[in-house]
């Protein structure tokens, strides 16, 4: 004697289905937004910690001076030179990190720097090249390991990486000239802020 039931969604089920969604969503991208920017900063560190030592390991294996210039907000610069002598060094790569992610310091970086390489005031405490760029800060690698300037002066440094907005996001990669060792550091609030070796 009916027709049977209408089927289907009323407009009030329909109106709580897309509330409970966007709810969702909502709770969930806010869940995962420090997620994200904690992988971009583990992104630009391992991307700056492994083009150092990828660029030593091919200086020695390769018998090739490579020349890393860094230039801010956060770009690495590879080149090389080969034989003993040429003018004009030749691009190999460039490498640009996260957006949000800088070559920068930040106040409270504790001074010294690790190691003791720098007073924690310069993104990059390395010294800079004046035959290759004039005057940016680099790092040559030479086939016996070392790390040194365009005038032949070891170069020892730090440089800094570090989200504008998250003191505690920081980190930090050492070279050591002579021995041309490479480590990383990150940033701790450990009774005042210390550098800690990754």
């Not at 032949?152 to 989200?163: F, P, Q």
Request: proline content about 7%; charged content about 10%; hydrophobic content about 40%.
């Amino acid at each position: 004697m009916t027709l049977g039931k209408n089927r289907g969604f009323s407009m009030m089920e329909l109106v709580i289905t897309v509330a409970i969604v966007l709810t969702m969503a909502g709770v969930t991208f806010v869940a995962l937004t420090p997620l994200l920017r904690a992988s971009h900063v583990d992104a630009a560190y391992d991307t700056t910690l492994s083009v150092i030592s990828n660029y030593r390991s091919l200086a020695i294996t390769q018998t090739r001076r490579y020349i890393l210039l860094f230039s801010a907000p956060g770009t690495i610069t590879v080149q090389y030179w080969s034989g003993t002598a040429s003018p004009v060094p030749t691009t190999v790569a460039t490498y640009t990190l996260p957006a949000d992610i800088q070559f920068a310091v930040q106040a409270g970086f504790p001074n010294p720097g690790p190691e003791s390489l720098s007073n924690g005031t310069e993104a990059v405490a390395f010294n800079p090249c004046t035959a290759v760029e004039a005057g940016q800060p680099c790092l040559i690698f030479y086939p016996d390991g070392s790390a040194q300037d365009d005038l032949g002066n070891y170069n020892s440094g730090v440089i800094y990486l570090t989200r504008p907005t998250d003191l505690y996001s920081s980190r930090a990669v050492s070279v050591i000239g002579p021995s041309g060792k490479i480590r990383g550091w990150r940033l701790y609030n450990q009774s005042g802020n210390v550098w800690v070796q990754q």
